[in-house]
C-alpha cells in the first residue's frame, strides 16, 4: 500500500546573486511514484532539490510535502523527507553505527525502535557487517550507501536522491536501483540522475529541466514517442529518387541518403508502411527497412539545448 | 550533536594538537607568573582569557566550516532540527570542548596550591570569568564558522574578531571620551578584571552572557542569510 506523500512546487524560483538557478518551476510528485529528474549540469536539479530538502530557501514560489507547506512548518517537511545529497559525505572519524545513530537520534527516533531501525536501513542500502567499520575507511560506493542509509533510518514517506548510484560500480548500481525500484512501490521518490536508462528503468514520469526551467513533464513513454522515429530503407536503384518520394510523407521531419541507405526521421505519425508505398510507386525498389522507435535519449538531445 | 563535536574535536589530531598547544600556553604562562615568588594567579588568569580566545576561534571552526568543506552540513541542515536547535547544539559543543581544555588547566592552581597558600577566591571568579568567557568566545567563533567553508577564514576570522576587541579594552586605557567609554564597554578585557580580583560583578556577568547571545542571533541570522 503506498504511503508516500504528495510532493508539490509551485512557481518555485531560487537566484544567486544575478544567476537565476531555478525559474518558475512547479511539478508534482505523487505518492507511490518515482520521479526522475534529469537536465544537463547546471540546469537547477540540485537547487531544485536543496530548496525541497530545506537545505535552501527559495526566492519566490511554495514548496508543499503532504499537508505541511515548507514555509510555515520547515521541520515538518524535513522530518518527512529522507535526504541523499549529491556528495555524500557522513564525518569519517565516525562508524557506520555511530553515524546512523547520530543520524537516529537528530530525528529524534525513540530509544526502543532505533536499533531495529539502523538495522533494517543498513539492510536496506546494503551495509550488512559494515557496522563497525570506519566511513574514512570505506570505499566510495560504500560511503554512498552510507548515505543512503541515513536518508532511510526514520523510514521517510518521501525520499530525495541526487545520483545515487553516481561512483558506484555497475553490480552496486544494480543494487541501488532495485532498491529505489523497491522504496519507490510505497513511498514518493524524486531521483535525478545523468543515467537515462536508469530513469527509464525506474522511472514513469521524467521532468526535464534546462537552464534552470522546467522544459518537459511527462511519462516517459509518452516523451520517447513524441521525440519521434528514425527509419532506414536500402533501396535498388535511385536512391535520390526514392528520398524524393518518401519526403511528402506525413510525418517525415529530414530525410538522407547515404549510398544506397535513406535515412528518414519523424515525429509520431511516422509510418513504415506509408514509407514503403512511397518508395515503390516512385519505381524504386525496397530491399530492406530498419526502424529505431523514439528513445528517452532522442527525447532528451531534443528538450535540452547544447 | 554537542556531545558529537566534544568528540570529534577531541579524538581529532587536530583537536588534540590545538588542546595541547593551549596547555602548554598554560603552562608557561604559570611558570613567568610564578617568577615574582607570590602564591596569586590574577597574572596568570589574565593573559589565559587572550589564549582562551585564541582555542575557542580554533576549535569553532569545526562547528560549520569544517562541515561544509566535507560536506556534510547538507545532510545535518536537513535534519529535522530548527535553526535554534542546530545552533545551540553547535555552540554546546565547541563551548564543551572549550570547558576540557580549561578542566584540565585546574592541575595548574593545585600545583601553586602545593607549594604556597594562594587565595582561593579568586581562583574560583577567574575559572567562572574564563567559563562565560569561553561560552561567550565560543558563540562568536561559531557565528564566524557559519559565515564561511573555509577552515583559514574561519579561524583567522575569529580570532582577529575577538582579538580586536581584546585590544580594543587595552587602547581604551590611553583614550578619553566618548570613544574610551565605549571601547571599554565591548572590550572583555575590561570586563575580567573583577573575576581576577575574586568579585562577581553583574555588569561582567551580563557582558559575557550578551556576547554569548549576540554570537547565537548572528548564527541564525547568518545561517538564513545563506540559504
Sequence with gaps: ?306 | MARRDIRSIWLSAYGVGCGAGFLALAGVLLVLDLRSDQARLDGWFSPLFVVVALLAALFSVRSFAEEERTGSLEILTTMPLGRGQLVAGKILGTSGALMIALAITVVCPLMVALVGNPDPGPILTGYVGLVLAGVAFASVGVAVSAATGSFLVAASGSSAILLALWFGGVLARGLSGRLQTVLAYLSPYSHVTGFLRGTLAVADVVYFLSLAVVGVLATRLVLEARR
Design chain 1, 1 to 306: 500500500m503506498s504511503r508516500g506523500a504528495e510532493v508539490e512546487l509551485t512557481g518555485v524560483t531560487r537566484r544567486f546573486g544575478t544567476r537565476t538557478a531555478v525559474e518558475d518551476v512547479s511539478l508534482t510528485v505523487h505518492p507511490g511514484e518515482v520521479l526522475g529528474l534529469l537536465g544537463p549540469n547546471g540546469a537547477g536539479k540540485t537547487t531544485t532539490m536543496r530548496m525541497l530538502v530545506g537545505f535552501l530557501r527559495p526566492d519566490s514560489g511554495q514548496i508543499r510535502v503532504g499537508a505541511v507547506d515548507a514555509a510555515v512548518d520547515p521541520v515538518g517537511v524535513r522530518r518527512q523527507i529522507g535526504y541523499l545529497p549529491e556528495v555524500s559525505s557522513a564525518y569519517p572519524e565516525m562508524t557506520v553505527l555511530d553515524f546512523l545513530g547520530y543520524c537516529a537520534r537528530l530525528r529524534r527516533l525513540p530509544r526502543p525502535t532505533r536499533d531495529v531501525a539502523i538495522g533494517r536501513a543498513m539492510a536496506d542500502a546494503g551495509l550488512a557487517g559494515q557496522g563497525r567499520v570506519r566511513i574514512g575507511t570505506l570505499s566510495r560506493g560504500y560511503r554512498q550507501r552510507v548515505g543512503l542509509a541515513q536518508a532511510l533510518v526514520h523510514d521517510p514517506d518521501v525520499l530525495v536522491l541526487d545520483e545515487p548510484t553516481a561512483g558506484l560500480d555497475p553490480r552496486q548500481r544494480v543494487e541501488v536501483r532495485d532498491l529505489v525500484a523497491r522504496l519507490g512501490r510505497t513511498r514518493t521518490v524524486l531521483l535525478s540522475s545523468h543515467l537515462l536508462s536508469e530513469v527509464t528503468d525506474l522511472c514513469r514520469r521524467v521532468a526535464v529541466l534546462d537552464n534552470g526551467r522546467l522544459v518537459a513533464l511527462e511519462e516517459v513513454a509518452v516523451l520517447a514517442a513524441r521525440a519521434g522515429s528514425r527509419l532506414e530503407l536500402r533501396v535498388s536503384g535511385s536512391a535520390p529518387r526514392a528520398a524524393q518520394a518518401v519526403a511528402g510523407v506525413a510525418g517525415v521531419e529530414s530525410v538522407e541518403v547515404r549510398g544506397q541507405v535513406v535515412v528518414v526521421t519523424g515525429d509520431a505519425r511516422l509510418a513504415g508502411a506509408d514509407l514503403a508505398a512511397a518508395v515503390v510507386s516512385a519505381g524504386v525498389g525496397l530491399e530492406e527497412m530498419r526502424a529505431e522507435g523514439g528513445s528517452l535519449e532522442a527525447a532528451y538531445l531534443r528538450l535540452v539545448k547544447p
